[in-house]
């Protein structure tokens, strides 16, 4: 018997924004009558494919994008409002709160309902996408379900703090980093004329707003209110997303599906050691892999969940 082709269909898709459209991608069989998962982007500029111009170049999304597809499952991947193909969507990219991208994906589920006929749709949220999918599960209608890829346990401002304890442990910039976090938590924005020059672009004035958007939320509480299919993927080589995170949110919504993936790291490439700077090289390289496991992981839970309706 000879080996049977799947053909693949990948197009421009659009959605509604604020002023100007929303842009992403969709990869489909060319037979489309499976499940549509919409894959929310991580934080900072990062684009449809997982690739940015701060040295990610991993090419995480497109690579999922591939393996649904391999598998039956198609993809739409986007760009964030403000960013990219999306870049008229709005004036200013860092103007947003998580509310704001929460609408963009309800936007983003309708068109493609529209557009492909389908019941409903898969929302999966890789790091801050993750947190961005919660809060849009909060006035779900339309969702199949979620699927949260390395996303914090933790309000962002526990998360933050713990790396800046990492990072700058025995500094003096560690007492000011920290204090300006506490004054986010509160809902205030810093003077970053009190800070040290090495913090301001952590602290940059025009994503403030944004920031105390997110430390607002805590994802565990989300996740326990919502009632839909859920799955946890988490890299147990992670190092900026832990374990803990994904426990804590599997134990905040115990029906939720747990899936640990070892020797995996937040952009779900493969890392053998602990060594930090092997691990963050991954991020650079978009002819890695996957990791073994992923888009199992991903497409498998996806089969059970249809099969029980």
């Known amino acids: ?10 197009k421009p898709l659009e959605a509604e924004g ?41 090419s995480t999304y497109k690579l999922l994008a591939n393996g649904l597809a391999a598998r039956g499952i198609a993809s739409v991947r986007i760009d964030k409002r403000g960013m990219f193909g ?9 103007d947003v709160t998580i509310a704001d991208y929460a609408a963009d994906i309800h936007s983003w589920v309708r068109t493609i309902r529209e557009r492909t006929d389908a019941p409903c749709v898969w929302v999966m949220g890789h790091s801050e996408g993750g947190l961005a999918a919660l809060f849009a599960s909060r006035d779900d209608k339309e969702m199949c379900g979620l699927i949260l890829v390395s996303t914090a346990g933790r309000p962002l401002g526990e ?9 700058l442990a025995g500094t003096p910039l560690l007492d000011q980093a920290l204090a300006a976090i506490a004054m986010l938590e509160a809902g205030r924005q810093v003077d970053v004329s009190q ?74 490439k ?7 700077a092997a691990n963050i090289a991954t991020y650079g390289d978009p002819g890695l892999p996957l990791a073994p496991g992923v888009v199992g992981a991903i497409a498998g839970f996806i089969s059970d969940a249809n099969a029980r309706e």
């Open 1 to 10: 018997m000879g080996n049977t082709t799947i053909n693949f269909i990948e």
């Open 18 to 58: 604020p002023f100007g459209p929303l842009a992403g991608t969709m990869l489909s069989p060319e037979k489309l009558s499976g499940p549509i998962v919409l894959i929310i982007p991580g934080s900072g500029p990062t684009d449809r494919n997982g690739n940015g111009p701060l040295g990610l170049n991993a």
């Open 86 to 94: 999306s870049a008229n969507a709005v004036s200013d990219p860092n």
């Open 159 to 167: 998360v933050l703090k713990q790396q800046i304890q990492s990072q």
């Open 195 to 268: 800070l040290d020059s090495a913090l301001l672009s952590l602290f940059n004035p025009a994503v403030q707003r944004f920031m105390i958007s997110e430390f607002a939320i805590d994802p565990s509480e989300l996740i326990a209110e919502y009632r839909k299919p859920i799955l946890i993927v988490q890299g147990e080589r992670d190092i900026q997303v832990t374990v803990e995170d994904a426990r804590r949110l599997h134990a905040a919504a115990p029906a939720s599906r747990l899936t640990l993936l070892p020797d995996t790291n937040h952009v779900l």
């Open 270 to 276: 493969e890392v053998k050691s602990s060594d930090r």
